[in-house]
């Protein structure tokens, strides 16, 4: 069984900056790709950022391509998303998630932490 818990987020100008950090406890937990999702208020959760379970192949989000950078440590077992040039469009919760085997944007993570709240005011 895979805990994920997020910490991190919290309140932020717009064009400001944040990370978020995803904690994974678990016996295989360093070898699952992992990635980032976000629901905003009203809106279904969408993907944000992914990445291999050996810290390859990141890949985004058109909205966050380029303003975004996910990022893992396996030693620590422990993801992040370093957050830049914030916009008031990217408040929502945000929640860490794993795949078992096979992962994308469109794949439905197997494990999810309880989400963080980040807001960006304008």
């Known amino acids: 069984q895979v805990q994920l818990v997020e910490s991190g987020g919290g309140l932020v100008q717009a064009g400001g900056s944040l990370r978020l950090s995803c904690a994974a406890s678990g016996l295989t937990a360093s070898r699952y790709p992992m990635g980032w999702f976000r629901q905003a208020p009203g809106k279904e959760r969408e993907f944000v950022a992914g990445?291999?379970?050996?810290?390859?192949?990141?890949y985004y989000a058109d909205s966050v391509k380029g303003r975004f950078t996910i990022s893992r440590d396996n030693v620590k077992n422990t993801m992040y998303l370093q957050m830049n040039s914030l916009k008031p469009e990217d408040t929502a919760v945000y929640y860490c998630a794993a795949w078992r085997l096979t992962y994308g944007q469109y794949v439905p993570p197997d494990y999810w932490g309880q989400g963080t709240q980040v807001t960006v005011s304008s």
């Open positions: 990445i291999s379970w050996s810290g390859g192949n990141p």
